[in-house]
């Protein structure tokens, strides 16, 4: 059984970091794209950072560029966000996400829509007040 279990978040302030951890189990993580997306009430789910099967690749949306921080540890079988300069706008309920998209494709090619990832955390929430 495949589980994804995100952990870290908190509410915190504006100018602030935090770090969500996203541990995995029941899957060949080496295999696997991982990524963060992250969903506010009425709005789709966007992806906010993803990471190739092996590291070498990483995908940041516009808006966290310069101050989000993607990376995994194969050997933990975990992936992690560090945030930093965190922003009101960045308050949403955080998930992390596997993809088996590159069994297809290129290994180059990170997945960012949420249609092409396989596997779902419960998500997380992270709350920044100004």
């Known amino acids: 059984q495949v589980q994804v279990v995100e952990s870290g978040g908190a509410l915190v302030q504006a100018g602030e970091s935090l770090t969500l951890s996203c541990s995995v189990s029941?899957?060949?993580?080496?295999?696997?794209?991982m990524g963060w997306f992250r969903q506010t009430p009425g709005k789709d789910r966007e992806a906010v950072s993803c990471l190739s099967l092996n590291g070498l690749y990483t995908y940041y949306a516009d808006s966290v560029k310069g101050r989000f921080t993607i990376s995994r540890d194969n050997a933990q079988l975990t992936v992690t966000l560090q945030m930093s300069l965190l922003k009101p706008e960045d308050t949403a309920t955080y998930y992390c996400?596997?993809?088996?998209?590159?069994?297809?494709?290129?290994?180059?090619?990170?997945?960012?829509?949420?249609?092409?990832?396989?596997?779902w955390g419960q998500g997380t929430q992270v709350t920044v007040s100004s």
């Open positions: 996400a596997a993809s088996s998209i590159n069994d297809y494709v290129a290994d180059d090619y990170v997945p960012t829509q949420s249609y092409e990832y396989n596997y």
């Open positions: 029941g899957l060949s993580f080496d295999d696997y794209t």
